[in-house]
Structure formats: structure tokens, C-alpha cells
């Protein structure tokens, strides 16, 4: 794995996070999820899968897979083990629905006034209840694939609406976009912005950091949106989107302070 | 900890000599100007600034047809490596990945791995020192061992834009090599894999499409009889034979001063050195 700022540590906890993920979507049934595509409107409106989706949630398996988290976590950090405490007792089932459905919409006002009541601290729901959501959605992204080609514009990923930040290359040198929260990927061109489109190659730039052969960050002078592009090709072994993105977190650092953002901005016109 | 091999298909290999470039480019080694050779061979052979070197062979096949072939020639890592045997100063080692690496810091220059290496990679390269002295250290592929580190392909396998080259497991690309062997030889009938024994394997194993002699490769390569006999035998003995030599001089040191204790021959100015 390539030198990263994330410590040692850190990066073993988040890839075996990722394999427990991987472990509990083999826990579902297939038909747990079952996404929509019919509405096509809502669809190109930029409208992400997740959201068509009817998915049964499984209370005991949400309660398993909480424990099991809180065990990891705790392994690695005994401190957590007081904060952490508790947390179970207040999830009964009729929490546990909304805490997924708040956290396929991403509503981080509702886990910090969710933590604020009961007195935790603020990041421990929305962490517990994204890292559990996931194996569904990457269950969705996994049965939708086939169907993904593109996305639209400035809507993020098709399946999840994570923002676009991450690309890889692939054989051939084709530019792939890899979303790291749904696993769920699809073709883009190699110039073009992810985020409002722009093909000019007088405004698309790409930063690279000196010393680091396999990355770049390909910028736009039109949105100011960037998007991190990694060469897997040169990889002895293909590591995960999310540990991917992980491990290239000093270019979003770098990007950030140069003043892109991962989403689209609409710049004034005079 | 896994083993790797750089796999080499020669038959997929168009001679574009990006890996030369990817090579010299990732490495920081200047380019070399040659003579013409009389065909589109840029180096003889490899260098201390070269590190892989396209060959373009013109070969009369079985039939009477011209086959042009060609080959990415560099250091093959071999599991019992010449050149690690022979090197006094312990200067050459095999890292965790079976690279074999020159510590440039140990090496002397003394040029004994040059000589004894089977595939003739490994040269000397010359340096002076700001006092103007001349010194010399040995220089070869390293199979872009600090790339491997970061879990990175070779630079040449990364650029290899024909699939000629792949970078994996051992038996993996092994296995790949013999099934290549057996699709190719109904165009090739001398195709074989080259991964030869006498040096214990080899850590770049090629697919050729001719006997080795073509690609003027050893056709069994062996560890010189020389080199086992200075590494295994005469080194150990030399180091115990030295054992024994300083021993018997602190044993003399020693009895020396006692002897003087007793006042014995002792002069004013402190023993018997010869000042």
C-alpha cells in the first residue's frame, strides 16, 4: 500500500471495518433490496437508486452487526469503551429504522441532536448508523451495476449520492469513477469534470503532489470542483474504493486548501 | 511473505522501448549516447546507467523466414544468485520480495559480481570524489524494489503498453508463462519457458519464442563452482582462520605485558614497540 498520512493504525481498523461490512452483506438476502428504475424522470433528475429503493431493514441483524462494530472499535480504542456503553439499550426497533433511513439522507442534524439527547458524543450515531447502512447499499449498487453508466451531472453517486471524488485509471488508461461508500462505479471521460461537465482543457488542471507517481487531483476552473484520479494500473494489488479513498485523504486536504470542492459550486456570472 | 515475479512475454513485445524510458525515468539514470550498431539496438548490452535494454534480433527460423525478435533484457534475479555468492563486502542481498539488491554504501567495486554474473547485467560504474580519487560501485536493475514497497508495479510493467510484461505472484505468472508456452507453439515450436534451474529459478522468467541461445542466453546458467566454493567454504574458513590469528596475537599481547609486569626487558619508554 502506497505511504499515506493516515496512520497505521487507523487504516487497519477502516480495513477491517470494510471486511465486516463485506462479511454482513453476505448476511442478506438479495431481495432485502429492491431498487427501482423505472421512474426515469426522477432518475435523470439526478434522484439517487438508494432513494427508489424499498429495503427491509432486519432489526436483529442491525443490533448484531451495531455489537460487533462496537466490539471492533472498542478493540482498537479501550477508551471508547465508556462512551460506547449504553448504546444498544437505546436502540429499539422502531430507532433502528430511522437511523437508516436518516442516514441514507445523510440528515446530520438529526445524529447530532439524536446524540445531544442522550448525551453522546456527536459523531457515534451517524458513524454506527452510516457503517451499518452500507452493506445495503453496496447490496443495491451491486444489483444495479449493470445499469450504471453514467451519472448525472452534479448529482453525485447514481446509487448513493456521495459526492464524485474519486476516480480511478484503469487498463487501457479509462478513467472510472469509483464511489467509495456503495462501491458502485461507472465510465467517465478522462477530460471532462465530474461535477458541471466542462470539457475546455484550458480549465481543467490536474495538481500532483511531487514524489507521488500513481496520483493526481484534476481540477475545474469552471466549478471549482475536483475529483482525486489514482492509477490503480500500477498497483500490485487492487485495494478497495473506500481504503482507496482513505488512503488518498492529503489530496482532498490538498485540493480543499487550494479552494476546490467536491461538489458542484455555481459561480456568479457578472 | 510473498515471492514476486516479473513475467515476460517476448512474443507480445513490439520493441517500443518504453520500459527503457520507464526505467531510466523512474530510476534518474542519464541517458548514454551509442554508436549506431547496424540495427535499431540502442546498447549493446546493459549498464551501470542502463538497466534494461531492448534487444532486436534478426533470426532465420526452421522454414528460411526472417523473425525479428525481440527482448526486454535486464537483471533476472535469480533465487541463488553469482553475484550475491561472490561478493566479499556482503554488499548484495535478496530482499523479501526475491529481489537482489546492491547495498551501494557496502559496495567496493571490485567488480567480482561482474564477472561471475550469468546473464552479464551487473557493471561498474566510475565516480571520482571531490579530492579527484577515483572509485567504482556496481549498479544493476533492482527490480524497482522501492516501488515494490509501496505495493507498486515495476516501473517497466506499468508501461508496457502490449501486455508483454505483468508483475504478480510467483506461481501465478509461472502458471502463466507455461499455459502462454503452450498457445504459442504452434507458431514458435521452440518456445519454452525460461526459468532455469542451475541458478535455482529465477525472479524474471520469460516466455522466449527461440532456444535461449538466440536471445545469446546461457542455455543452463550455473552458479560458477568457483563463486560456492568463496562463498560457502573459503569465506567461513578465512573468518575462522582469522579468528584464530587474532587470538593468537591478543594471546601474545597479553603474555607480552605480563611479562613486562615482571620487569623483564622493559624499556623506559613503555614495551617493545619500535618507535
Known amino acids: 500500500m502506497i505511504k499515506s498520512v493516515v496512520s497505521k493504525e487507523y487504516q487497519d481498523l477502516q480495513e477491517e471495518i470494510v471486511e465486516l461490512q463485506k462479511q454482513w452483506k453476505l448476511d442478506l438476502d438479495p431481495e432485502a433490496v429492491r431498487p427501482s428504475l423505472e421512474d426515469q424522470e426522477a432518475l435523470n433528475a439526478g434522484v439517487p437508486i438508494a432513494a427508489l ?28 469503551e465508556t462512551k460506547l456503553a449504553g448504546i444498544i439499550g437505546l436502540l429499539d426497533k422502531e ?176 | 511473505m510473498t515471492k514476486y515475479v516479473k513475467y515476460v512475454d517476448v512474443t507480445k513485445c513490439d520493441g517500443c522501448r518504453a520500459c527503457m524510458v520507464a526505467c531510466k525515468n523512474w530510476n534518474d539514470l542519464p541517458a548514454e549516447p551509442t554508436e549506431f550498431l547496424g540495427s535499431v539496438q540502442s546498447h549493446v548490452k546493459t549498464t551501470a546507467d542502463t538497466w534494461n535494454v531492448l534487444q532486436y534480433i ?88 522501492d516501488r515494490i514497497d509501496e505495493g507498486l508495479q515495476p516501473a517497466c510493467v506499468t508501461t508496457c503498453h502490449t501486455g508483454a510484461m505483468e508483475f504478480g505472484n510467483r506461481e501465478v505468472m509461472i502458471q502463466k508463462a507455461e499455459k502462454r508456452v503452450k498457445e504459442i507453439q504452434g507458431r514458435y515450436p521452440n518456445a519454452m519457458v525460461y526459468n532455469p534451474e542451475g541458478v535455482g529459478g529465477t525472479h524474471t522468467v520469460y516466455v522466449l519464442a527461440e532456444k535461449p541461445s538466440v536471445y545469446g542466453l546461457p542455455e543452463n546458467p550455473k552458479v560458477p563452482t568457483s563463486a560456492v566454493a568463496w562463498k560457502d567454504y573459503a569465506q567461513p574458513i578465512g573468518k575462522m582462520m582469522l579468528g584464530a590469528t587474532t587470538m593468537a596475537l591478543v594471546g601474545a599481547f597479553v603474555t607480552n605485558k605480563l611479562f613486562n609486569k615482571e620487569g623483564k626487558g622493559l624499556d623506559e619508554n613503555g614495551g617493545g614497540s619500535d618507535e
Open chain 1, 53 to 80: 429503493t424499498v429495503i427491509d431493514f432486519k432489526n436483529s441483524l442491525f443490533l448484531q452487526w451495531i455489537e460487533e462494530l462496537i466490539v471492533t472499535l472498542e478493540r482498537y480504542n479501550p477508551e471508547l
Open chain 2, 58 to 145: 534478426e533470426h532465420e527460423n526452421g522454414k528460411g523466414d526472417l523473425e525479428y525478435l525481440f527482448r526486454h533484457s535486464s537483471c533476472f534475479h535469480c533465487t541463488d544468485a553469482a553475484c550475491e555468492k561472490v561478493c566479499p563486502e556482503n554488499a548484495i542481498s535478496y530482499t523479501k520480495y526475491g529481489s537482489v539488491v546492491i547495498d551501494q554504501d557496502k559496495c567496493v567495486g571490485c567488480g567480482y559480481c561482474v564477472q561471475n554474473c550469468p546473464f552479464e547485467v551487473i557493471s561498474l560504474k566510475e565516480y571520482k570524489d571531490k579530492n579527484g580519487k577515483e572509485y567504482r560501485k556496481a549498479h544493476k536493475c533492482t527490480m524497482c524494489t
Open chain 1, 95 to 270: 430507532t433502528a429504522i430511522r437511523w437508516m433511513d436518516e442516514a441514507r439522507s445523510f440528515n446530520q442534524s438529526y445524529f447530532a441532536s439524536f446524540a445531544s439527547t442522550h448525551g453522546i458524543e456527536e459523531w457515534i450515531p451517524q458513524f454506527l448508523a452510516e457503517t451499518t447502512l452500507r452493506p445495503y447499499l453496496q447490496l443495491i449498487a451491486e444489483r444495479v451495476q449493470g445499469e450504471i453508466h453514467h451519472a448525472v451531472l452534479g448529482a453525485g453517486c447514481p446509487v448513493c449520492a456521495e459526492p464524485e471524488r474519486l476516480a480511478v485509471l484503469e487498463e487501457e488508461g479509462k478513467k472510472v469513477i469509483h464511489c467509495p461508500r456503495c462501491l458502485a462505479h461507472w465510465s467517465a471521460k478522462r477530460l471532462e469534470c465530474a461535477h458541471c461537465g466542462n470539457e475546455d482543457h484550458k480549465t481543467i488542471k490536474f495538481l500532483t503532489i511531487e514524489g507521488d507517481a500513481v496520483s493526481q487531483i484534476q481540477v475545474c476552473e469552471q466549478c471549482n470542483g475536483y475529483i482525486k484520479i489514482i492509477d490503480t494500473r500500477q498497483y500490485i494489488e487492487k485495494p478497495s474504493a473506500a481504503l482507496l479513498d482513505l488512503n488518498s485523504i492529503h489530496l482532498d486536504f490538498v485540493a480543499q486548501e487550494n479552494g476546490y470542492t467536491a461538489t458542484r459550486e455555481e459561480k456568479l456570472l457578472n
